[in-house]
Nanobody, 128 residues
Framework: EVQLVESGGGSVQSGGSLRLSCLLF????????MGWYRQAPGNELELVSS???????YYRDAVKGRFTISQDNVKSTVYLQMNSLKPDDTAVYYC??????????????????????WGQGTQVTVTS
């Protein structure tokens, strides 16, 4: 059974940092592309960052230079290091895995969409 377990969310002031973690069960990073999505209240779900099984990373423009995705194969964990956080980064963040390795090009509307495997979500709140 594939499971993704997230941790690391919280509340920080603008300019602060957080690191999200996603522990992967039932798949290895060779088997799947990994990504982080977020959804703020009233907003659409958006892909924040991803890393493919062949080592290609993606960042949406709003987070380039501030967020870094990485993975630890030994710990089966993918991380999202978030620096210089802004109030606009406030959202629920979801880890996702795509064993079909499509680099998350298939659009999804909501967490839990059957195209991918999903974590439970973790709240990130950035106060000004």
């Amino acid at each position: 059974e594939v499971q993704l377990v997230e941790s690391g969310g919280g509340s920080v002031q603008s300019g602060g940092s957080l690191r999200l973690s996603c522990l992967l069960f039932g798949l290895t990073f060779d088997d799947a592309d990994m990504g982080w999505y977020r959804q703020a209240p009233g907003n659409e779900l958006e892909l924040v960052s991803s890393t493919s099984s062949d080592g290609i990373s993606y960042y949406r423009d709003a987070v380039k230079g501030r967020f870094t995705i990485s993975q630890d194969n030994v710990k089966s964990t993918v991380y999202l290091q978030m620096n210089s956080l802004k109030p606009d980064d406030t959202a629920v963040y979801y880890c996702a895995a795509d064993p079909l390795r499509r680099r998350f090009r298939t659009p999804v509307r909501a967490p839990g969409d059957r195209e991918y495997f999903w974590g439970q979500g973790t709240q990130v709140t950035v106060t000004s």
